[in-house]
């Protein structure tokens, strides 16, 4: 059985003629299109397109699969709007509520990939913390809450929580100055400043500098990423940042290192036991969808 994504992709790739314009009429990173069309020429065993120049040509399989598949996709698209008619998905709002790197690096793409599919209902959006995205959401102020945690999922209560996503964390320091032996070993930093992020991205650095045996002295703090760098990339103290964080902006003053090991989990929350409503559902179907796409770290 065909994987919709997968052909949703081919279709834009045949539509658009290259890999490159498919993703972006798709809003994906190109990799995760090349990505998708390397499984499904797996999956059906025979090459669907020649590369040829900068773009693709389809070949006689591909062109017969591409005829298909937007038969196959229009009857999908048919159906779903009728189904959504009757699910109470042609009208209603979603609320999110999501963390700074998250909103900036793939929240996008979600909305838009949920605006394409469900055009009447209305998603908003707002920025914040873990901490005070969970207080909204218990406030009943938002529908779901995008937060990250960097240990094991604690008390759930009336909460219902998916794993979205394990992101890597980095270590940051100046781009300028020589490697050292041990980059990526935090005590190779005990006697620098260091630059805090948020409560939670704080208290978990200063969690990791003691279980290597000192405290770091925090010259700087701040829950801007990029200003975050910016302190860094002028010598003014060493940080550690998450994947989607360098994700959505990297300043070329910085260099990053893999801390092995170290990750965050990125959640999202909903208020209650499931199921919930249809259309924070469907948003949360398109959430795991998007999450689910193979992500390119620094």
């Given at each position: 059985?065909f994987?919709e994504?997968?052909?949703?992709?081919f279709?834009?790739?045949?539509r658009?003629?290259?890999?490159?314009?498919?993703?972006?009429?798709?809003?994906?990173?190109?990799?995760?299109?090349?990505?998708?069309?390397?499984?499904?020429?797996?999956?059906v065993?025979?090459?669907l397109?020649q590369?040829?120049g900068?773009?693709?040509?389809?070949?006689?399989?591909g062109?017969?699969?591409?005829?298909?598949?937007?038969e196959?996709?229009?009857?999908i698209?048919?159906?779903?709007a009728e189904l959504?008619a009757?699910?109470?998905?042609?009208?209603?709002?979603?609320?999110?509520?999501?963390f700074?790197?998250?909103?900036?690096?793939?929240?996008?793409?979600a909305?838009a990939?949920?605006?394409?599919?469900?055009?009447?209902i209305?998603?908003?959006?707002?920025?914040?913390?873990?901490?005070e995205?969970?207080a909204?959401?218990r406030?009943?102020?938002?529908?779901?809450?995008?937060?990250?945690?960097?240990?094991?999922p604690?008390?759930?209560?009336?909460?219902?929580v998916?794993?979205?996503?394990?992101?890597?964390?980095y270590?940051?320091s100046?781009?300028?100055?020589?490697r050292?032996?041990?980059?990526?070993d935090?005590?190779t930093?005990?006697?620098?400043?260091w630059i805090?992020?948020?409560?939670?991205?704080?208290?978990?650095?200063?969690?990791?500098?003691e279980?290597?045996?000192?405290?770091?002295?925090i010259?700087?703090?701040?829950?801007?990423?990029?200003?975050?760098?910016?302190?860094?990339?002028?010598?003014?103290?060493?940080?550690?940042?998450?994947?989607l964080?360098?994700?959505?902006?990297l300043n070329?003053?910085?260099?990053?290192?893999?801390?092995?090991?170290?990750?965050?989990f990125?959640?999202?929350?909903?208020?209650g036991?499931?199921?919930?409503?249809a259309?924070?559902?469907?948003?949360?179907?398109?959430?795991?969808?998007?999450f689910a796409?193979?992500?390119?770290?620094p």
């Open positions: 059985m994987d994504n997968r052909l949703r992709v279709a834009a790739i045949a658009e003629g290259s890999v490159t314009a498919a993703a972006t009429a798709l809003h994906y990173a190109q990799p995760s299109v090349s990505h998708h069309l390397a499984r499904l020429e797996a999956e065993g025979v090459p397109v590369r040829v900068r773009g693709i040509r389809l070949t006689a399989a062109r017969l699969l591409a005829d298909r598949a937007e196959i996709l229009g009857r698209d048919s159906a779903r959504a009757h699910a109470g998905l042609n009208a209603g709002h979603v609320r999110l509520v999501a700074p790197s998250a909103l900036a690096a793939l929240v996008p793409a909305a990939a949920f605006g394409a599919a469900y055009p009447d209305e998603l908003a959006l707002t920025e914040a913390e873990p901490p995205a969970l909204a959401l406030r009943g102020e938002v529908d779901v809450a995008l937060a990250f945690r960097h240990g094991p604690g008390e759930q209560g009336n909460h219902t998916t794993t979205l996503l394990e992101e890597p964390m270590l940051v100046p781009a300028g100055r020589s050292p032996r041990s980059p990526t935090l005590r930093y005990s006697d620098q400043r805090a992020g948020c409560e939670r991205c704080r208290a978990h650095l200063l969690s990791a500098c279980q290597r045996g000192f405290t770091p002295a010259g700087f703090e701040t829950d801007d990423y990029v200003a975050a760098q910016a302190l860094v990339a002028a010598g003014l103290g060493i940080s550690t940042l998450p994947g964080a360098l994700r959505a902006h070329p003053g910085v260099r990053i290192d893999r801390i092995p090991g170290d990750r965050r990125v959640d999202a929350i909903t208020y036991a499931p199921p919930a409503p259309p924070v559902d469907a948003f949360l179907e398109v959430l795991k969808d998007t796409e193979p992500v390119q770290w």
